[in-house]
């Protein structure tokens, strides 16, 4: 019980800390995750085992880390050093493009093509977000979009932020279309048998539809924000031709091909069995081996501030899966639902999303699927119901706040780097009545559909 409370409180501290933005939020989640350490797992729990299991390092040192050989995906507490090791892969692809100039030749093409015209960009973009999450961690959909963002704010005078913002949206909404969009949709299809075409029928039904009303949605919050940005005609004369943005044809080619590898392994790792980690490693190695000299310099541009804040985030998170709060929070749901499956739903889908709002939904859906698979034998009610639920919850909801999804904090991250930083009002205003149309979107579209 004193274990219990300690977690709560620290973790209730740490996002009160980060909400104020008293300091760094990489400081705030390794000290709070530190006091995790110190006062839930020694002085609570007195457990080394608690300890080991959160730092989860031993995970690193087996082969079902780098090579899952067709199994089932297996849910581990504490730190996700698949996610670490992943998105730390992709900051160094991404600054080896960026490097060459390919995301310069990118925002002036994609620029040119729309006649340099803001809000078709704008437009474009949050489809694209979409559609390349669906196929694509949507982690690495943030890091390629934005870095292509501010370049195209800093040439075409607009502020990135709001691009930048519905760009996150989608991405976690086009994630939760497909198996492989979402670390939570790879942990419910792998433990509960769906395929890659199980959720494009169902989930994936479900995100084409919220798309246009979300494409609606943030149009008509930004409209005002960015139709008085842009250059005029005579000046976009000026511009260059987008090839001239190329500073290395070689290195532009040897990029493009490293990146189209990473979508193509993406895509393909539940049938090649590489782990995500494996994939960020050989994208990350080939790139470092292709930048040759420049290879220091694209190690000390990796935001490692974020991926500190990721460690210290998952320790928390670690101590209130150790003290059993996420299964209470879990069991909560069976308690209350009985057998009304309207009602069911309604509690699965509106729960997931406001938890994945402030807690990492990755451990949230693995502790959630022994639940609903209990629940639809108990009630007998079809499970895939259930999961498509517990998908769209947990990935949507997790763009209602800037920690509640892995595409949130690289998001706002990458905005912050270039000196536009996104404050936590800034962020809900914008993105918490997204979410919670989705949600309702999602449940009654599950409500039409399967009952």
Not at 113 to 118: A, E, G, I
Not at 182 to 203: C, E, R, V
Not at 422 to 443: D, E, F, H, N, Q
Request: hydrophobic share 55%; proline share 3%; charged share 10%.
């Amino acid at each position: 019980m004193v274990a219990q409370v300690l977690a709560v409180v620290i973790f209730l501290s740490m996002f009160v800390l980060i909400i104020t933005e008293v300091c760094e939020r990489h400081v705030i989640t390794l000290g709070c995750g530190l006091l995790t350490l110190l006062l839930v797992f020694g002085l609570g729990m007195h457990s080394m085992d608690a300890v080991m299991e959160t730092l989860n390092l031993q995970s690193i040192f087996t082969p079902g880390f780098w090579y899952t050989a067709g199994e089932a995906a297996e849910s581990s507490s504490g730190i996700n050093w698949q996610t670490i090791i992943f998105i730390a892969g992709m900051m160094i692809m991404v600054e080896g493009m960026a490097n060459v100039g390919f995301f310069r030749w990118l925002c002036m093409r994609i620029a040119k093509l729309v006649k340099y015209r803001v809000i078709p960009i704008f437009i474009t973009f949050m489809v694209l977000s979409s559609v390349l999450a669906m196929f694509i961690d949507s982690i690495t959909v943030i890091l390629f979009l934005a870095a292509v963002t501010i370049e195209l704010s800093q040439l075409l005078k607009f502020n990135p932020v709001p691009m930048i913002l519905s760009e996150v949206f989608c991405a976690n909404l086009g994630g939760s279309a497909t198996m492989c969009g979402d670390p939570p949709n790879i942990i419910i299809g792998t433990s509960l048998g769906f395929t890659f075409a199980d959720f494009m029928k169902n989930t994936g039904v479900i995100v084409l539809t919220a798309l246009v009303f979300v494409v609606l949605y943030f149009y008509l919050v930004f409209r005002k924000e960015l139709q008085g940005s842009g250059v005029s005609a005579s000046e976009c004369e000026r511009f260059p031709d987008p090839s001239e943005a190329i500073t290395s044809r070689r290195g532009f080619f040897i990029s493009t091909m490293i990146f189209l590898c990473a979508v193509i392994l993406l895509v393909t790792h539940a049938q090649t069995g590489l782990s995500v980690s494996s994939i960020g490693v050989f994208v990350g190695g080939v790139t470092l081996l292709a930048a040759g000299r420049d290879a220091g310099k694209l190690l000390k541009k990796v935001d490692y501030k974020t991926l500190l804040f990721f460690i210290g985030l998952f320790v928390v998170v670690g101590g209130l899966e150790q003290t059993g709060i996420l299964r209470l929070l879990a069991g909560f749901i069976g308690r209350v639902s009985g057998g009304n499956i309207m009602l069911m739903i309604a509690i699965i889908i509106w729960v997931s999303a406001v938890a994945s709002a402030f807690i990492d939904n990755i451990p949230f859906a693995a502790t959630m699927i022994p639940v609903i698979s209990n629940l639809a034998a108990a009630q007998g009610i079809d499970l895939s119901i259930l999961a498509w639920a517990l998908a769209m919850g947990t990935d949507v909801g997790g763009s209602a706040t800037p920690i509640g999804a892995s595409a949130n904090v690289v998001g706002v991250a990458t905005a912050a780097r270039e000196g536009h930083i996104i404050k936590w009002g800034r962020y809900c205003r914008a993105m918490a009545p997204a979410t919670m149309m989705v949600v309702l979107i999602s449940m009654i579209l599950i409500y039409v559909r399967y009952l």
